[in-house]
């Protein structure tokens, strides 16, 4: 079974430059999240979709973060424009359906390292 | 404030050794989850808890969830090499319109010395 895929791996880009990711999920899974990593904590959720439609945007910076799941697949995150407090890693991941309980296991991808300069 | 405290954040230790990892939390999750990531890679799910007191085996790994649902523990035995990597707990809350959220450790990162 083919797993999270994500893209671009690598991106540097300038202060207030744009930039997108795109992830795709594993086939037939309903839930997608972003979750933005940086160097030595914890990923924190961005924003979570069900199907096409967002479930949980509070933690999303919505001045300069956006993202959409249009056709309830594949989805886009776009940062415009880039702080240098955006360098991070983001990862997608995706599952069958909502709630974190014992056989709705995530799968993330192996994540889109961004940085800012 | 981190809403959930790992510790040590640290850890490196003989191959053979055994080793304990804490997760603490003042909040009460409906769930909890352990995570392994490698360099470069995303987070893997080892396990779920879910119910108070709750504890789960995978193979060396014991994972115990606090009675009143608000820690969590991990515990390797003969730890292995292979065993490396930053371990990261996650809770999960109710964030409201059916929705619940997951909220991670900033993770403790084990060596495992051949």
């Known amino acids: 079974e083919a797993g999270v895929a994500q893209s671009p791996r690598y991106k540097i880009i300038e202060k207030r430059q744009s930039v997108a990711f795109w992830c795709n999920p594993i086939s037939g899974h309903a839930t997608l999240y972003w979750y933005q990593q940086i160097l030595g904590q914890g990923p924190k959720l961005l924003i979570q979709f069900q199907n096409n439609g967002v479930v949980d945007d509070s933690q999303l910076p919505k001045d300069r973060f956006s993202a959409e799941r249009l056709k309830g697949v594949d989805s886009t995150l776009k940062i415009q424009p880039a702080k240098l407090e955006d360098s991070a890693v983001y990862l997608c991941?995706?599952?069958?359906?909502?709630?974190?309980?014992?056989?709705?296991?995530?799968?993330f991808g192996e994540g889109s390292w961004l940085t800012v300069v | 404030t981190q809403l959930l405290e790992q510790s040590p954040q640290f850890l490196s230790i003989q191959e053979g050794e055994n080793l304990t990892v804490y997760c603490n939390s003042s909040?009460?999750?409906?769930?909890l989850q352990w995570y392994r990531q490698e360099p470069g890679e995303g987070p893997v799910l080892l396990v779920t808890?879910?119910?108070?007191?709750e504890v789960k085996k995978l193979k060396r790994l014991t994972f115990q969830f606090g009675d009143a649902r608000k820690d969590s523990s991990l515990h390797i035995t003969a730890a292995q090499p292979g065993d490396t990597g930053l371990y990261l707990c996650?809770?999960?809350?109710?964030?409201?319109?059916?929705?619940?959220?997951?909220?991670f450790g900033k993770g403790t990162k084990l060596s495992v010395i051949p």
């Open positions: 996650a809770g999960a809350r109710y964030s409201g319109a059916g929705s619940y959220q997951l909220t």
């Open positions: 909040s009460v999750f409906s769930s």
């Open positions: 808890v879910v119910t108070g007191g």
């Open positions: 991941a995706s599952s069958l359906g909502p709630g974190f309980y014992s056989g709705n296991t995530i799968y």
